[in-house]
C-alpha cells in the first residue's frame, strides 16, 4: 500500500485501510448496519486523506480544518472539493459513489439491520473506491 507523502494525510489513509478491514471483519460475522457504517467511514477517511494529500502545504491547515462539522462527512462534497484540485473520477468509479450515496453518520444511531446482502454489496463497492483511490496517491 503506498503511502501518502504528507504526513498530514497518512492518520486519514491508515483510518481508511483500518475502518475497512474492521467492517469486513463484522460482515464476515453478521453485524451489517456495523459493517456498512464503517466501510463509509472508510470512504470518507481516504477521500479526507487524497484531499490533504492534493493540497500545497501553505493550504492543508485551512483544509484540516474543514474537516469539523457535519459537512466533512458528506461524500459528494469531499469529491467537489477534490474536482477544486483538478481530480477527477473515473465514470465507473462514479458509479460506485452511487452506491454509496446514502451512508450517514446516522448510522450510528441504527436499530435497524441491513440485508446481508445489501451490506455485502456496500462493503465491495467501499473496497473498490477505497482501492482505486489508493492507487491515485
Given at each position: 500500500?503506498?503511502?501518502?507523502?504528507?504526513?498530514?494525510?497518512?492518520?486519514?489513509?491508515?483510518?481508511?485501510?483500518?475502518?475497512?478491514?474492521?467492517?469486513?471483519?463484522?460482515?464476515?460475522?453478521?453485524?451489517?448496519?456495523?459493517?456498512?457504517?464503517?466501510?463509509?467511514?472508510?470512504?470518507?477517511?481516504?477521500?479526507?486523506?487524497?484531499?490533504?494529500?492534493?493540497?500545497?502545504?501553505?493550504?492543508?491547515?485551512?483544509?484540516?480544518?474543514?474537516?469539523?462539522?457535519?459537512?466533512?462527512?458528506?461524500?459528494?462534497?469531499?469529491?467537489h472539493e477534490l474536482n477544486r484540485t483538478g481530480f477527477s473520477l473515473l465514470r465507473r468509479i462514479s458509479v460506485l459513489f452511487v452506491q454509496v450515496s446514502d451512508w450517514s453518520t446516522d448510522l450510528r444511531y441504527s436499530g435497524k439491520q441491513e440485508?446481508?446482502?445489501?451490506?455485502?454489496?456496500?462493503?465491495?463497492?467501499?473496497?473498490?473506491?477505497?482501492?482505486?483511490?489508493?492507487?491515485?496517491?
Open positions: 500500500m503506498p503511502k501518502p507523502r504528507s504526513a498530514d494525510a497518512k492518520p486519514f489513509y491508515q483510518a481508511a485501510f483500518q475502518r475497512l478491514e474492521d467492517a469486513r471483519v463484522l460482515l464476515d460475522n453478521g453485524r451489517t448496519t456495523g459493517a456498512v457504517y464503517l466501510a463509509g467511514y472508510g470512504v470518507e477517511c481516504v477521500l479526507k486523506a487524497l484531499l490533504v494529500e492534493r493540497t500545497p502545504r501553505s493550504r492543508r491547515a485551512a483544509v484540516l480544518a474543514l474537516f469539523r462539522g457535519q459537512l466533512a462527512h458528506n461524500f459528494d462534497w469531499l469529491v440485508t446481508h446482502r445489501a451490506a455485502r454489496s456496500f462493503f465491495e463497492a467501499a473496497k473498490q473506491i477505497v482501492q482505486w483511490i489508493e492507487r491515485q496517491m
